[in-house]
């Protein structure tokens, strides 16, 4: 839909858009024939490209983009009240090939330990997604992993394998459906294993499999809002809601802010010996850029 | 196979170092109710396999100290040296002053490890600067030649062993008492060298039935009294020093 609006656009900037120079078949057509719909339908590989150019695609908190464009992102995780005082910050980068996607994220953690604030680098984080249809439904699989480049933060946020040392992978199952024209659904499926150094809370090695969905709604030409929710297992947080405000203030810059609520932590439903209680949220902020 | 090559090659690659579970013989030294304790000697408490990250604290609160003469805390502090954690006094132990102390459970920070501390470690004990010598424990112990014999568990090693022993069994005054004197490592488990040899163990060359009376005294000190029932030394050994089986 979108290329066959650029390429609408294109033909009426253009004198004569689709080369036809024979002005006796002009003649003998109708107002409307020299858009030929059904030719058009089915957008190339470079129609695409050119039609994702400085395009954001819709993203959750843990569900990650399908198509658009290249993007750069800062994020910053900050988990308030009195159990919080852990916050994330993380580079973001996302190169697109065609239907392949590769991105990386580096998390820096700012957190408290007996000696008092420190901080750290977390895990690195590769996640490679190819699409495999891009109709109204996208499809896309891919595969994860993650590795620890060298620090130490012996802490979380809310998701166990974003700070805490370790490697592991996933293989990732994401789909993107339009249930109306500024409506998005978005799932995330994700299973794989995973291995930390063991102290408790964390186990030495674990399976861990998960499951997001969300909505993507646009309210406004530039604003949107995002609602997410995901239960995995292992997790330190194992079911948490999210919800985002989403602003475009400019083609291909998007600016997002919301909260996570972490349910099961707070309903004490954790691996972790602390019992239940609402002491914490988290603040989510981030900035993207299309590039 | 292939999972368990899987989990194989994660180990490696994130440098499993973690303990695969923790040691049961942690032990606190000074023992309790230990005395003749060095000015300068740290307080002790061995887990036995601390399952902590690598360097990461110990809160202070871990480890209190109470003066026992006057009644108030006394400034130190805690620190970590591997599996170890010691409680440095700011200042010298006063001469002459019994010290209680006391190992505390804490809970962890928000978003941090966990402190798993072997429940036995976890308690109060008390030590003194004093030379006195006191009997902790005093039972049957056969662990000697496979011969039931009254031992004592001192509180302090004994460095002089020809001391003027007393003792009597239900009333009856016993004459030239033969005695052996072992210091803790020879009842086979030293709980640090250098804690050893801090206390010592006598076991006395009398026919002692279950259930007489003995009484005791060393030197100037005493009497201890004490009704003999068979244990093991080794065994109030490790109960003081809060050992794990």
């Given at each position: 839909m979108i290329s066959l609006l650029i390429l609408c656009s294109l033909a009426i900037a253009q004198d004569d858009p689709w080369g036809v120079e024979d002005t006796s078949s002009a003649e003998e057509s109708?107002?409307?024939?020299?858009?030929v719909i059904e030719d058009l339908d089915t957008p190339t590989k470079e129609d695409r490209k050119r039609a994702s150019s400085g395009e954001l695609s819709p993203q959750g908190h843990r569900i990650s983009p399908l198509g658009g464009s290249h993007n750069m992102a800062l994020a910053e995780d900050a988990v308030l009240g009195g159990d919080g005082g852990t916050n994330v910050t993380t580079l973001y980068t996302r190169v697109v090939f065609d239907d392949y996607a590769v991105a990386i994220s580096l998390p820096f953690a700012a957190y408290r330990t007996p000696d008092g604030r420190t901080t750290d680098l977390g895990n690195l984080l590769v996640e490679g997604l190819v699409t495999l249809s891009s109709d109204d439904v996208v499809h896309a699989v891919g595969l994860d992993f993650h590795f620890n480049p060298?620090?130490?933060?012996?802490?979380?946020?809310?998701?166990?394998?974003?700070?805490?040392p370790g490697v592991g992978a996933n293989a990732l199952y994401q789909m993107r459906m339009a249930l109306a024209d500024d409506t998005a659904l978005l799932l995330r499926g994700s299973f794989g294993i995973h291995a930390s150094?063991?102290?408790?809370?964390?186990?030495?090695v674990y399976p861990r499999i998960g499951a997001s969905a969300g909505i993507d709604q646009t309210v406004a030409p530039l604003v949107g809002i995002v609602g997410e929710t995901t239960f995995s297992y292992w997790?330190?947080?194992p079911w948490e809601l999210a919800g985002l405000l989403r602003v475009d203030?400019?083609?291909?810059i998007r600016a997002r802010g919301g909260f996570l609520f972490p349910v099961f932590t707070w309903a004490g439903?954790?691996?972790?010996d602390r019992p239940g209680g609402m002491r914490e949220v988290t603040l989510l902020l981030d900035i993207q850029m299309a590039i | 196979m292939v999972s368990r090559n899987i989990i194989a090659i994660a180990c490696l690659l994130s440098a499993c170092?973690?303990?695969a579970g923790r040691q049961a013989d942690g032990f606190i030294g000074?023992?309790?109710?230990?005395?003749?304790?060095?000015?300068d000697q740290a307080l002790l408490v061995?887990?036995?396999?601390?399952?902590?990250?690598?360097?990461?604290a110990i809160p202070q609160s871990f480890i209190r100290v109470v003066?026992?003469?006057?009644?108030g805390f006394v400034a130190g502090d805690v620190v970590r040296e591997g599996d170890d954690i010691l409680f440095l006094p700011t200042k010298a132990w006063k001469a002459n002053t019994r010290y209680a102390w006391s190992t505390n459970q804490i809970p962890a920070l928000p978003r941090s490890p966990e402190y798993q501390f072997?429940?036995?470690?976890?308690g109060e004990a008390v030590f003194d600067t004093s030379s006195g010598m006191d009997v902790l424990d005093m039972m049957l112990d056969d662990?000697?030649?496979?011969l039931e014999q009254p031992c004592a568990l001192l509180s302090r090693a004994i460095v002089a062993p020809n001391a003027l022993v007393v003792l009597t069994v239900n009333g009856e005054l016993l004459e030239d008492v033969n005695y052996d004197i072992y210091d803790e490592e020879e009842w086979g488990e030293a709980f640090d060298a250098d804690y050893a040899p801090s206390v010592s163990v006598v076991c006395f060359d009398v026919d002692v039935s279950a259930g007489d009376s003995l009484r005791l005294w060393w030197n100037e000190s005493g009497p201890w009294v004490a009704t003999m029932e068979p244990g093991h030394i080794e065994t109030a050994l490790r109960n003081r020093h809060r050992g794990g089986s």
């Open positions: 109708d107002s409307t024939a020299p858009f060298g620090g130490q933060p012996f802490t979380w946020a809310n998701e166990a394998e974003e700070l805490w150094q063991g102290f408790e809370p964390f186990p030495k997790d330190v947080s203030p400019v083609t291909g439903a954790t691996p972790i | 170092n973690g303990p000074p023992m309790d109710g230990q005395t003749h304790v060095a000015k061995s887990t036995g396999g601390l399952d902590l990250p690598e360097k990461y003066n026992l003469a006057d009644g072997p429940k036995a470690l976890i662990t000697r030649d496979d």
